[in-house]
């Protein structure tokens, strides 16, 4: 089946530093999107992405659909403490099951203020 | 526009019970995923519904059910519950495109 390799699995952060994270699928997939979950809550969805090539932001997120349809990119610039949460990459891929969703491991954000 | 609720929010249950979890989407949503979230296994897809069809299945054995009602609310049953079974289960709800937006899930616990 599909699988989705998301990377780094935690990162540890100052205020005020950029982050990037990103997502490899060994299979093209026509859908991206970007959550973020926070303790006790369920993924809040924070940007999609339907078109490869295409770079959409949301404040201070921007993500990119890769150009291979095999990856994806999420950048949060100059983060803040509310950033802290766990982000997950989520593809929606060709074939049968099109309304499925095949989601990453997840990176653990923390930011210290 | 309310978000999707699910219903209770926390559950304890026994070893051999069964039990019944249930998701009202965003309105005028019509599809309805259920996912079980684990601390190991991440986030996997249970089913999905659409206008009170399954048209998605995940691979989880036949102990895990759902159904979804014609007023596009869903109910999603484990019974022969094991330990393993615990987990967070969410669900989410998809109106256009492939964009869902989840609720806060039930936290299952299993003893």
């Known amino acids: 089946g599909q699988q989705l390799n998301q990377s780094p699995q935690s990162m540890f952060i100052q205020e005020g530093e950029d982050v990037s994270m990103n997502c490899t699928s060994s299979?093209?997939?026509?859908?991206w999107l970007w959550y973020k979950q926070e303790p006790g809550e369920g993924p809040v969805l924070l940007i999609a992405?339907?078109?490869?090539?295409e770079l959409t932001s949301n404040g201070r997120l921007t993500a990119q659909f890769g150009i291979t349809r095999k990856d994806s990119f999420l950048n949060i610039s100059a983060s803040i403490p509310s950033d802290v949460g766990i982000y997950f990459c989520?593809?929606?891929?060709?074939?049968?099951?099109?309304?499925?969703?095949?989601f990453g491991k997840g990176t653990l954000l923390t930011v210290n203020p | 526009k309310a978000g999707v609720t699910q219903t209770p929010r926390y559950l304890i249950k026994t070893r051999g019970q069964q039990v019944t979890l249930s998701c009202s989407p965003i309105?005028?949503?019509?599809?309805v995923s259920w996912y079980q979230q684990t601390p190991g296994q991440g986030l996997q897809f249970l089913f999905e519904?659409?206008?009170?069809?399954?048209?998605n299945k995940g691979n989880f054995p036949g102990r895990f059910s759902g159904r979804q009602f014609s007023n596009s609310r869903s109910e999603m049953n484990v019974s022969t519950l094991e330990l393993g079974d615990s987990a967070l289960y969410l669900c989410?709800?998809?109106?256009?495109?492939?964009?869902?937006?989840f609720g806060p899930g039930t936290r299952l616990t299993v003893t």
């Open positions: 989410a709800s998809s109106g256009k495109m492939y964009e869902q937006y």
């Open positions: 299979s093209i997939f026509n859908t």
């Open positions: 519904y659409f206008s009170e069809t399954q048209r």
């Open positions: 992405l339907y078109k490869a090539g």
């Open positions: 309105s005028g949503h019509r599809s």
């Open positions: 989520a593809g929606q891929g060709s074939g049968g099951s099109n309304y499925k969703l095949t």
